[in-house]
């Protein structure tokens, strides 16, 4: 009824790029911050980027400035993150959030929060290696 759903995860060289998709169902996204997420094995999630919900502020860990974008399709209810450059360390399950409440900067730098996030979606794998 309510949920988020990642997809455009896959093996890529290094230097490749990928785009994640995250739909949602039962609920508009524009309302939402919306986050994506990672996680490596024995590791906690760490906040990739995050976007807004009214304005389109936007904010990426510095490991992924200049490398990733992330954007709305409100008509189809979506997120993307875009992912040029990859890295073998980019490898890790990438999950979307979705919050209320939750500004851009708190959403992706406070991992204290990740619980209480209102929709978390189940995850899709992104493998880079040559």
């Known amino acids: 009824q309510v949920q988020l759903v990642e997809s455009g995860g896959g093996l890529v060289q290094p230097g490749g790029s990928l785009r994640l998709s995250c739909a949602a169902s039962?609920?508009?996204?524009?309302?939402?911050?919306i986050g994506w997420f990672r996680q490596t094995p024995g590791n906690e999630r760490e906040g990739v980027s995050c976007i807004g919900p009214s304005d389109g502020t936007t904010y990426f860990a510095d490991s992924v400035k200049g490398r990733f974008t992330i954007f709305r399709d409100n008509s189809k209810n979506s997120v993307y993150l875009q992912m040029n450059s990859l890295k073998p360390e980019d490898t890790a399950v990438y999950y979307c959030?979705?919050?209320?409440?939750?500004?851009?900067?708190?959403?992706?730098?406070?991992?204290?929060?990740?619980?209480?996030?209102?929709?978390w979606g189940q995850g899709t794998q992104v493998t880079v290696s040559s």
């Open positions: 039962g609920f508009t996204l524009d309302d939402y911050t």
């Open positions: 959030a979705a919050d209320w409440a939750a500004n851009v900067r708190t959403m992706c730098v406070l991992t204290s929060v990740q619980a209480k996030f209102n929709y």
